[in-house]
C-alpha cells in the first residue's frame, strides 16, 4: 500500500485550527511534530515512561497527512476520486483563507510519496526476542528457539506506550524482585503499564498482584500479556486511578497488605508517592523504586528516608538508579 505525505509548517498556535479544516475537507489524522513541553498533567498520565529532556520550544510545526494512493496513481479522498495536484489546490485555498484572520506562518507544503507500507505490523521489524539476565522475553511473532527451551519465557508484546522490559530501568527492578519474592508474597506494582513486573513477579512465585495505572489502555495489556503467559485473571487485578491524590483508590489498594511494592516510574513522582505508599505496605514490607536517573538518586534516598524507610540497597544499570528499602 503507497501513501502520499501532504506536510506543512506551520506554528504551534495554528495546529488545531489547521487540522480542523482539514479535516472538513477529508484530510484526517494529521502527525504532528513540535516542540511543546509536556505539560504536568500529562507527564502525570505518562506515569510509567522515562522522559528525557526535549529540545527548547522554537514555536514550529509540521502537519503531516496521509492519503492512500491506488495502483493507477489516483488518489481517494472522503469516498471520491481525485489527484495530488486537486488536494494540494484545496490545501492551499484552505491555508489562504485561515491566513486571512491568523498568523499560520509560512504554511509551505511539501508532498512526499511513501513507499509500501504496512503500518500495522512493519514496526514488527525493530522488536526483536532478548534477554534480561537468564529470561528470555519474545513477542507473539517469534518462536522459542530449541536450545530455550529450558529457560523461564516472557511473552510480551510492546503496547502503546508501555514498557516490554527492554530499559534498563526495568531490568533493575526485575532483579530486585527476584531477590525478595516468596510464595506468600502480595505485591503491589504502582504504573504497572503492561504488567511487565507484576507478571514476573508472578513467574517467580508471588501469590497474588494488583496493578494500579492512570491510563485505561493498561488494562487490555495488562489481560493480554497475562493471557500470554498463563497468569490466571485472578492473581492479578487491575486498578485505574491516581493512587497519589485519589483517597477511594488508596482504599480500594487496600491498606498495609502488601509484602512488596514496586514503582518503576519518575523521581519527580515517586517523591509524593512514597509517604503515601507507606500505608499500602505491611510492617516488613520491600519497596522497590526504579525511573531514577543518576542526578535524582539523592533526592529519592532523602524522600524514602523522610518515609520512616530502611534503605536497604541502591543499584545501578548505565545511568540509571533502583533504591530498595524496608519498612520497619
Known sequence: M???????????????IIIST??????????????IPLTALEKEQMFVDILPDGPEDDGIAYL????????????EVQGEVTDVETVMKNVEEQLEELRQFMDIGEGTITVDETEDIDWINNWKQYFHQFYIDDILVIPSWEDVAPQDTDRMVLHIDP?????????????????????????????????????????????????????????ICAVEAVAQNCEANGIAP???????????????????????????????????????????????????GI???????DDKEQTVVEAVKAAGLEVLEVTYQGEWVSVTTRKN
Open 159 to 215: 503496547g502503546t506506550a508501555f514498557g516490554t522490559g527492554m530499559h534498563e530501568t526495568t531490568q533493575l527492578c526485575i532483579r530486585q524482585l527476584r531477590k525478595f519474592i516468596t510464595p506468600e508474597t502480595e505485591l503491589l506494582d504502582v504504573g504497572t503499564g503492561s504488567g511487565i513486573l507484576a507478571i514476573l513477579a508472578l513467574m517467580f512465585g508471588a501469590k497474588h498482584a494488583v496493578g494500579t495505572d492512570l491510563d
Open 64 to 75: 503531516s497527512f496521509f492519503v492512500e494512493e491506488k495502483e493507477d496513481g489516483t488518489l
Open 287 to 293: 519497596y522497590i523504586t526504579s525511573g531514577i536517573i
Open 22 to 35: 482539514l479535516y472538513d475537507i477529508g484530510l484526517e489524522g494529521a502527525q504532528i511534530e513540535d516542540k
Open 234 to 284: 485472578e492473581k492479578f487485578d487491575m486498578m485505574i486511578g491516581n493512587i497519589i491524590t485519589d483517597k477511594e483508590i488508596q482504599d480500594k489498594v487496600g491498606y498495609e497488605c502488601y509484602d512488596i511494592v514496586v514503582a518503576n516510574i519518575l523521581a519527580d513522582v515517586l517523591v509524593p508517592l512514597t509517604p503515601v505508599i507507606l500505608h499500602q505496605l505491611k510492617k516488613g
Open 2 to 16: 503507497k501513501w502520499v505525505k501532504f506536510k506543512i509548517k506551520t506554528i504551534t498556535d495554528a495546529e488545531d
